[in-house]
């Protein structure tokens, strides 16, 4: 059992730190960036967001609302990039094996109509992981509603689709 004393000096300075405790997690919501973090997330600068949402998770408490909005932008940051894990030189590897030749300019038109999905990712170009298998898909169908280059199935010659 605690004896008077003890609890007379034991209470008070629990209640100094919950009160500290408050007074920084207020400080630390008003210092918080939300549409800055939004802007990296859509310009793909996720080195600085992934950053930046380890320190705002740093300062809060766990299950708070300002730890889970920062752990969920890390998240789709992370995801992003699992969906956009492929780099320019595999890509044109993957192309080159399952269509053969085909050109520079097909390719941008494929990247321009987004049946090549590719975001700039810290500063690199990365595609989407089944960009390749999605051009071929679409170029074996035909590729019309995109109005793009295409091949025909067996990869033999090339032409314009209407």
Not at 74 to 88: R, T, W
Not at 115 to 131: M, S
């Amino acid at each position: 059992m605690l004896d008077l004393t003890t609890f007379l000096i034991v209470i008070p300075i629990v209640l100094l730190m919950a009160i500290l405790v408050v007074i920084t997690n207020k400080k630390n919501k008003k210092k918080i960036k939300w549409k800055q973090a939004d802007i990296w997330l859509e310009t793909g600068d996720f080195i600085k967001l992934k950053k930046w949402a380890r320190e705002v998770k740093d300062k809060n408490v766990p299950a708070s609302k300002e730890w889970k909005k920062a752990d969920s932008l890390e998240q789709k940051a992370k995801s992003i990039e699992q969906d956009f894990s492929l780099m320019e030189d595999v890509v044109v590897g993957q192309l080159k094996e399952k269509m053969g030749q085909y050109s520079q300019s097909e390719r941008y038109s494929w990247e321009k109509n987004g049946l090549l999905p590719y975001k700039v990712i810290d500063g690199e170009k990365r595609y989407f992981k089944n960009g390749v298998s999605d051009v071929n898909m679409s170029l074996l169908k035909g590729g019309k509603e995109l109005g793009v280059l295409s091949k025909n199935p067996m990869g033999h010659g090339k032409g314009m689709v209407s």
